[in-house]
């Protein structure tokens, strides 16, 4: 896996797949699979950005099979909506990529439904939309789903007795439990799709240090966070090189089903994709039983 690039992506003609976020790394992910020929959905809650992402790639893959869907993951509604279209669309998913969310706002903010912000769009969103696709997926060919982590989940924390931080919001505490909560999320998808059968691989990524504008648009780009984004460009490794652990997962025949992958080098912060260990909360399975059972209740969003 030396050094491995979207150059090495086998061809994805005939496939298809749904990535969310149309900017950073989900723009890079939507342009690498559309280049290996895949027909990609580029889903996100902004229609003019997603007109530009769209036509960017088109641009850049002339005849490439790119369309935007409107899918808010702060919004259960919305994501039903948007998983019904893609019903009546398509017959089947082979990919989909759980990748937006929202990164540390100074203050609490809630979804349309209630959820503190983070956790309920990062996490909640992708759970829910998974849920609604998996009649899809299971229709798919070889269909994997790769959901998002990040480096800060090594210190996350499921806080049952206040998963939606109502009694103490703090920024950075709440991101990183949204994104255990993702990678908790791909272990038991992928144990769950084994024990009932039903053919979808799920595999975790994560992309390390990246130059996105996840920093400045939820911490703002006046708070510490963004002003590093801003000035101190090399701490950050370019979009597309973060997206690489995500398209390694989608796409090669090595990728394992419920593995964990990120960039190999300075700690996971940077690099080429590589297997690697994942934070020791994340493989506790009767913390993801009990998460998946309270994702559930609270999407009203059941696999079947």
Not at 135 to 153: D, E, H, I
Not at 179 to 189: D, G, R
Request: aromatic fraction near 8%; include cysteine; proline fraction near 6%.
């Amino acid at each position: 896996m030396t050094k491995w690039t979207s150059k090495n992506i086998p061809s994805q003609h005939g496939r298809t797949a749904v990535v969310t976020g149309t900017g950073g790394l989900g723009y890079e992910g939507a342009l690498a699979l559309a280049r290996a020929g895949a027909s990609v959905v580029i889903a996100g809650r902004n229609p003019q950005k997603g007109a530009e992402a769209v036509a960017a790639i088109r641009q850049a893959v002339p005849g490439g099979q790119v369309r935007f869907g409107k899918l808010d993951l702060a919004s259960l509604a919305s994501i039903a909506e948007f998983a019904a279209q893609l019903a009546r669309d398509q017959e089947g998913l082979d990919f989909l990529i759980n990748n937006a969310g929202v990164m540390t706002p100074p203050e609490r903010r809630q979804t349309t439904d209630g959820f503190e912000l983070q956790f309920g769009t990062n996490y909640l969103g992708h759970f829910a939309l998974t849920g609604h696709l998996l009649p899809l997926l299971k229709k798919g060919r070889n269909a994997r789903v790769v959901t998002l982590g990040s480096v800060a989940a090594r210190s996350g924390a499921i806080n049952f007795d206040d998963l939606q931080a109502q009694r103490g919001y703090k920024p950075m505490p709440v991101y990183s439990q949204s994104k255990l909560a993702c990678v908790m999320f791909a272990f038991e998808l992928s144990r769950r799709s084994k024990a009932a059968g039903w053919g979808v691989e799920s595999i975790a990524a994560h992309p390390g240090i990246s130059r996105t504008d996840l920093l400045p648009n939820g911490a703002g780009q006046t708070s510490a966070a963004g002003m590093a984004r801003r000035f101190l460009p090399f701490l950050f490794q370019p979009a597309w090189q973060g997206a690489l652990p995500t398209l390694y997962a989608a796409t090669d025949p090595a990728a394992r089903d419920g593995a964990y992958y990120g960039p190999d080098r300075l700690g996971g912060t940077r690099g080429y994709p590589t297997e690697e260990q994942p934070p020791k909360q994340a493989l506790d399975t009767s913390v993801a039983a009990r998460l998946w059972d309270a994702s559930q209740e609270l999407t009203s969003v059941t696999f079947v």
